[in-house]
């Protein structure tokens, strides 16, 4: 290509307090619009807003977990827009003076690692939600999310390539988990991001026209909306056109952005210093304290999960990326410590059967200690790997242990060489011409015969002792 692309994210997480930022309005999703609205959240003369505790703290931890400085004083202000949304006609957010500032994510990204800034974090309320009636050109407010606690985490413009940013927005969703600071929802609105996405020639220093891409509810829709946003600049510069700073929609369906509205600036906001609140001043003690209190996160889960447990990066990888799924690893591990097979069994097996069923691993039907017991009954050589699969599903539909279904079902694996051998016999009798060409040179046929040996033991046979007899007689 004869350009690159620009990339900076605006990533917007809601903090899991029970109450607004700023009042005592519950914060939980779901309930009947506006049912949880006070005087302040609506903004009614003469309300005054109370910061929540709980609310900065979240922002604090956050701050260090991405390596940021925390700013021991911080300000809020008012940020000035009218929308249908925003009752009391600005959003108290900070500009001048954030809670934090400076902090940097290692990525890996196409095969590569990248270090990308972190410009700012910063504590603000949301605004309302606009409900459009399908049938009728009328629009409903509901204000239960007016007030509710943001965090906005802005990114320098440090990336590259759509899957950079998909790796950055997904190690920033994984820290928040880790943190249990947000729940990471992107489809109820608890965990947004803004694109802000140019072009400009290869080996140019200056950036280009941004546009801000928003309404992207996934993680392959934010990177399918960059990769689309970057190719229409292009073209549109290569076509003799140029790029304007707009702010543009993503259409998921069609696989596009449309232009939404100019895009503003800051001075546009009017922003200055809230006068009903304080600065924030905080102690660095109980800033400390908060630093000593930090899980181990996602990075450094990974590699002790390698260099500890002999995982590969890969699967080391996998299992930290959720951190439901990394609590679910390191209780199966607590009850039989084998992490090889046991992680095995969670990213084969159980992730298949959670997809199939579209569930969470925090829904799991099979919990990690009967999980455990299953990779146990496969290491003791009790059952099959094939046949654990079978287990599995029995243990999911029922809710029965392990050991029980095998015992009940008649799973339990034949280990018997006399018994195996004598079905061995029966494979090979019945093909000849496949015996011939195996000794012939395709030797890929063993596959064929330990396929039949263990159709004919109804998938009993130790397949070890079935790959020993085969090639003990084949090659004889």
Known sequence: MRYEAVIGLEVHAQLKTASKIFCGCSASFGAPPNTH???????????????????????????????????????????????????KGYQISQYEAPVAEHGWLDIEANGAAKR????????????????????RPVSRVDLNRAGT??????????????????????????????????????????????????????????????????????FKNVERAIAHEIRRQVELIEDGGTVIQETRLWDADLGKTF??????????????????????VLDPAWVEE??????????AKRARYVAELGLSQEDAGVLTADHALARYFEEALSVYNKPRPVCNQITGALLALLNAK????????????????????VEDGTVSGNTAKTVLEKMAATGRPPREIVEAEGLVQVSDE?????????????????????????????????????????????????????????EA
């Not at 972190?118 to 009636?133: N, P, Q, S, W, Y």
């Not at 320098?156 to 190690?171: N, S």
């Not at 908060?290 to 990075?299: D, K, N, S």
């Not at 090979?428 to 040996?453: R, S």
Request: charged share 25%; aromatic share 6%.
């Open 358 to 377: 579209n569930l969470s691993v925090d829904a799991s039907p099979v919990p990690p200690e009967r999980l455990a017991a299953l990779v146990g009954l």
């Open 37 to 87: 609205t006070c005087p302040v959240c609506l903004g009614m003369p003469g309300s005054l807003p109370v910061l929540n505790e709980k609310a900065v703290l979240y922002a604090v931890r956050m701050a260090l977990a991405t390596n940021c400085r925390v700013n021991l004083e911080s300000r809020f202000a008012r940020k000035n827009y009218f929308y249908p949304d925003l009752p």
């Open 290 to 299: 908060i630093r000593a209190g930090l899980p181990e996160l996602p990075q």
């Open 259 to 280: 232009s939404m509205r100019g895009k503003e600036e800051a001075r546009d906001y009017r922003y200055f210093p809230d006068p009903d609140l304080l600065p924030l």
């Open 149 to 218: 606690p943001l965090i906005e985490i802005v990114s320098e413009p440090d990336m590259r390539a759509p899957e950079e940013a998909g790796a950055y927005l997904r190690g920033i969703h994984a820290i928040l988990r880790y943190l249990d600071i947000c729940d990471g929802n992107m489809e109820e609105g608890g965990f947004r991001c803004d694109a802000n996405v140019s072009v400009r020639p290869l080996g140019q220093k200056e950036f280009g026209v941004r546009a801000e891409v928003k309404n992207m509810n996934s």
């Open 418 to 474: 006399a018994l195996i051998e004598q079905a061995v016999d029966e494979v090979l009798a019945a093909g000849p011409d496949e015996v011939a060409a195996y000794k012939g040179g395709k030797t890929k046929l063993m596959g064929f015969f330990v396929g039949e040996t263990m159709r004919k033991t109804k998938g009993k046979a130790n397949p070890k002792v079935v790959n020993g007899l085969l090639k003990k007689k084949l």
């Open 116 to 135: 990308v800034g972190i410009t700012r974090i910063h504590m603000e309320e949301d605004a309302g939600k606009l409900v459009h009636d399908p049938h």
